[in-house]
């Protein structure tokens, strides 16, 4: 499974790829993306995830996004 933040639908934020790989007996597996990024009015970020092999899904309702304001 991997997964990347993408700013305005076309930059990958950098620093915010992650990807897990192996067997997983569990329906439920997290991928954990972290990074920091200067945003502007208006701007939107987009997590955007695929899986290499097997077929797969990220539920909606159980995705979340967490952001904080610095400065």
Same mark, same amino acid.
């Given at each position: 499974m991997r997964g990347r933040l993408?700013?305005? /639908? %076309? $930059? !990958?934020?950098? /620093? %915010?790829?992650g990807e897990i790989s192996g067997d997983h007996v569990s329906?439920? @597996?997290a991928?954990?993306?972290? @990074?920091?990024?200067?945003? $502007?009015? /208006?701007? @939107?970020? !987009?997590l955007q995830g695929s899986f290499r092999v097997a077929d797969g899904y990220l539920a909606a309702n159980h995705t979340s996004f967490w952001g904080a304001k610095i400065g």
């Open positions: 993408v700013l305005n /639908g %076309s $930059t !990958e934020i950098r /620093g %915010s790829f329906e439920a @597996t991928l954990w993306l972290q @990074t920091m990024v200067p945003l $502007t009015a /208006g701007d @939107t970020v !987009e």
